[in-house]
């Protein structure tokens, strides 16, 4: 096998985040080098507890946890707790992490890290683009050591989420993320951030029988199924851990996708970035140059994507068009459970 690629991972965790951590967890050929928090779906704080619990859970508390800023560059904290849950991670409670982060700050991870390494590290980002756009501005010449940049953000021909036209995490801080695409400008194009805009992401549609299928591939028993009509209180008893406290955390999303109108599903966008990270060759692509918008009065955190160079300006992203949605979660449920059954059969012999 080829060696592993090393990432970087800045994530706001997060239920598809946690999913997201899980399937790079899970897969052989990824190797995360550090795991930074941004706040977004909940603040840094609780983002950091969940990085730390979830790492410990499937028993990498070794790999470094980095806290990112408190908050947006300029613009005041929005969280979401409708979406994602109290601490963020739905109705999953899962052990206090004993682990502590690290001394560094998030930026410094990335300023760090990509010159330790240069040319050989993937940035994924699937939160808001804070933590790194504060280390571009300390670090300017950054966006070249990367090999390669993913972004989960942004809608291009399609709605948003958070408004009619702004996806979260850019909608979180725009600037932000106007400053990573206005750096990203100086990359050459094949090397320009790969951007997983809603326009994909909400087409990744995972259900409760996936679910089901990823605990029958862990040997979880009994068989998860999480239907729409549980009681309110119902929680997972299945076997093992890491798929108990998944499920708990994606029964949260099912039913916030459900009372927003989108049936009994959740959307994996996270993930998807994820897998893209790895693979690129799993997905199509379309190259733009994308600006955000900062100062509208209904179109703050807009992504706007000029494809036919009317701005005379050279394209800055590469954003994903087509994916195989089908192979993307049996590779999501295979990876995931794979890594679970592993972590359950080392506790178990642990506790022999
Ligand atoms: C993005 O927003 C967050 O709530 C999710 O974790 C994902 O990163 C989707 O718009
Ligand atoms: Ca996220």
């Known amino acids: 096998m080829n060696a592993p690629t090393r990432l970087i991972v ?37 983002v950091t507890i969940n990085n730390l619990a ?19 560059l300029s613009a005041p904290l929005r969280t979401t707790e409708d979406t994602h849950g109290p601490q963020g991670l739905g109705y999953a409670v899962l052990p206090q992490p004993t682990h502590r982060p690290s001394d ?14 240069p040319g050989e590290l993937v940035g994924l980002v699937t939160g808001p683009l804070t933590n790194l756009a504060l280390a571009i501005r300390a670090d300017p010449e950054l966006p070249g050591r990367l090999r390669r940049l993913v972004v989960m953000g942004g ?15 850019i909608s979180v801080d725009p600037e932000a ?16 951030p790969i951007v997983c805009g809603l326009d994909i992401t909400e087409r990744i549609i995972l259900r409760p029988e996936h679910l089901h299928r990823l605990a029958e591939l862990a040997d ?26 998944l499920s708990d955390a994606v029964r949260f999303y ?10 009994f599903i959740a959307h994996m966008h996270d993930p998807f970035a994820a897998a893209v990270a790895l693979d690129p060759g799993i997905a199509t692509y379309r190259s733009a140059t994308v600006d955000v918008e900062t100062e509208g009065r209904i179109t703050r955190g807009q992504t706007v ?48």
Not at 19 to 37: M, R
């Open 10 to 46: 800045d994530v706001d965790t997060g239920i598809d985040d946690s999913f997201a951590l899980l399937y790079l967890l899970g897969s052989e050929d990824a190797e995360i080098v550090a795991v930074l928090s941004t706040a977004g779906n909940v603040p840094t704080a609780q």
């Open 54 to 72: 979830w790492l410990e859970l499937c028993g990498r508390g070794d790999i470094e946890v980095a806290v990112g800023a408190n908050g947006p």
């Open 104 to 117: 560094r700050t998030a930026a410094q991870a990335w300023i760090d890290l990509t010159r330790e390494h």
């Open 155 to 169: 809608a291009f021909q399609h709605p948003g989420n958070t408004t009619p036209v702004a996806e979260w995490n």
């Open 177 to 192: 993320a106007a400053e990573v695409f206005a750096a990203f400008s100086a990359v050459p194009e094949d090397r320009a």
């Open 220 to 245: 979880s028993a009994p068989a998860e199924i999480i239907r729409t009509d549980d009681h309110p209180s119902t929680r997972s008893a299945t076997s093992n851990p890491v798929v108990r406290h």
């Open 254 to 263: 099912f039913e916030f996708h459900r009372d927003h109108g989108q049936g």
């Open 305 to 352: 994507a000029d494809w036919h160079g009317l701005w005379g300006r050279s394209p800055n992203a590469r954003i994903t068009s087509e994916t195989d949605v089908d192979a993307f979660l049996d590779d999501l449920i295979h990876r995931i459970a794979g890594m679970a059954k592993v972590v359950a059969a080392s506790s178990n012999r642990t506790d022999r």
